[in-house]
């Protein structure tokens, strides 16, 4: 599964309009899954070095039904130790916006995910100075875990 890595790296770099990182990318059967490790999405230019939001692990179950019909249709996602930076910049912008996004025919939707877990998050917010150097922060939690569904 880890030849795809520069493939789905390039999608989700299309979609969101930032620099994406994968370390690995793996598959089990029971139940058919794609993990992926260590995964990040950088900050754009006009924002300071760092991380729009980083995770330690996603584990995206998949549904064989719709992998029968050549398509891909993620039943459920979990995400353990994400960490999302969110930083305003004075001008307006947030650093997790993607105004310029593209949308192309040669790829694929991935439609609605039924259930999205959450274990262990982090959440910080922060606005950046004038200078466009990094600010304070406003907000911040820490052992965020949920339950989304539908």
């Known amino acids: 599964m880890d030849r795809y890595r520069p493939q789905v790296i390039s999608y989700l770099q299309e979609k969101t309009g930032k620099q994406v990182e994968i370390g ?19 900050n754009p230019p006009i924002f300071p070095r760092g991380y729009v939001v980083q995770v330690a692990r996603i584990d995206a179950e998949l549904s064989v039904v719709a992998l029968l019909h050549t398509q891909v249709a993620i039943k459920s996602l979990v995400l353990e130790d994400p960490l999302l930076n969110m930083t305003s910049d004075p001008d307006g912008p947030w650093n997790f916006e993607n105004p310029q996004a ?32 990094a600010g304070p922060i406003f907000f911040e939690a820490h052992e965020v875990s949920c339950d989304l569904e539908q």
Do not use: C, E
């Open 24 to 42: 690995r990318l793996t598959l089990t059967f029971f139940p058919v899954a794609i993990h992926i490790d260590h995964f990040g999405v950088k």
């Open 102 to 133: 593209q949308v192309s025919q040669s790829t694929f939707p991935l439609g609605m995910i039924s259930r999205v877990q959450i274990k262990r998050g982090q959440l910080i917010a922060s606005n950046l100075l004038p200078s466009d150097a």
